[in-house]
């Protein structure tokens, strides 16, 4: 069976000091929580900083974004090497990254590509806009994020990867899919995609997230379907309680 993960995105909210509080106000309730896994990914500039914090704790880091190259003339960029010192996770292809940041599907896959080869596990993030769900085109945009996100890799590759389904009109408004439809969505566009574009066992075995307006009034509906392992959970991630609950929901 696939455990469940609850991981959260802060985007960009929160200093330095700030990230150590919140941190410090989850660690002890998540801890106790032991059946499901947590990964927590703050801005860049606190990565070191919360990673000393969660030392010897069950609460895994991760990054929102990286560059592909090792190192070079790339001012601004922070490449996986950097990152793996820090985090376990990397979020790759956010819709947010997509849209303002011009993330293309040939950069989201290099980037998979590049965060594999120095040992990053990547949350890869496929989902439509509403112009693109309201055409009918949902199943046929997420498939090709996914197969396009995915090009040139093997069974070996994608072990521990997970794939974080959010739609973009869910992100932020409120206004969450329905539990049922995401899952859906996941079952026949990424779970079963996944099994005939890689392997029946790698479709099985891997995580695949819901994300999109997740709170603690809705989260137990997406984590009882049966293709949903998780959230990526963004505004709720913020404040403590939230996310806490969320992480209680899914240990079920
Ligand atoms: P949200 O964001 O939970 O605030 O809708 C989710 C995400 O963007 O990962």
Same mark, same amino acid.
């Given at each position: ?60 880091l ?7 190259? @090792? ?6 960029e922070i490449?996986?090497?950097?990152l793996?010192?820090l ?18 599907? @040939?950069a ?11 040992g ?7 989902? @439509? ?11 046929e ?13 093997? @069974? ?9 389904y959010?739609?973009v ?5 409120g206004k ?21 574009l ?14 999109g ?8 509906d ?31």
């Amino acid at each position: 069976m696939r455990r469940p993960c609850v991981a959260g995105n802060w985007k960009m909210h929160k200093t330095l000091e700030e990230s150590l509080h919140l941190v410090d106000s989850i660690k002890p309730d998540l801890d106790e929580i032991k059946s499901v896994d947590n990964v927590i990914c703050p801005p860049f500039t606190a990565l070191a900083g919360v990673k000393e914090l969660l030392e010897g704790t069950r609460i895994s880091l991760g990054a929102q974004n990286l560059f592909w190259e @090792e190192q070079g003339a790339y001012t601004g960029e922070i490449s996986p090497l950097m990152l793996a010192e820090l985090v376990s996770y990397v979020i790759i292809g956010h819709s947010e990254r997509r849209a303002y940041f011009q993330d293309s599907d @040939e950069a989201v896959n290099k980037k998979v590509k590049a965060a594999l080869a120095a040992g990053l596990k990547p949350i890869l993030c496929v989902g @439509e806009t509403l112009e693109e769900n309201e055409a009918g085109r949902t199943g046929e945009v997420v498939q090709r994020q996914l197969t396009s996100g995915l090009k040139g890799l093997g @069974e070996k590759d994608l072990g521990e990867m997970m794939i974080a389904y959010e739609p973009v009109w869910a992100i932020g408004t409120g206004k969450a899919a329905t539990p049922d439809g995401a899952n859906q969505v996941i079952k026949t566009h990424i779970r079963d995609a996944l099994a005939s574009l890689i392997s029946p066992e790698i479709a099985q075995k891997m995580r695949i997230l819901y994300g999109g307006s997740v709170k603690p009034e809705n989260a137990r509906d997406f984590f009882q379907q049966p293709d949903i392992d998780g959230a990526l959970v963004g505004g709720a991630s913020l404040k403590a309680e939230a996310f806490v609950e969320i992480t209680k929901a899914a240990a079920g």
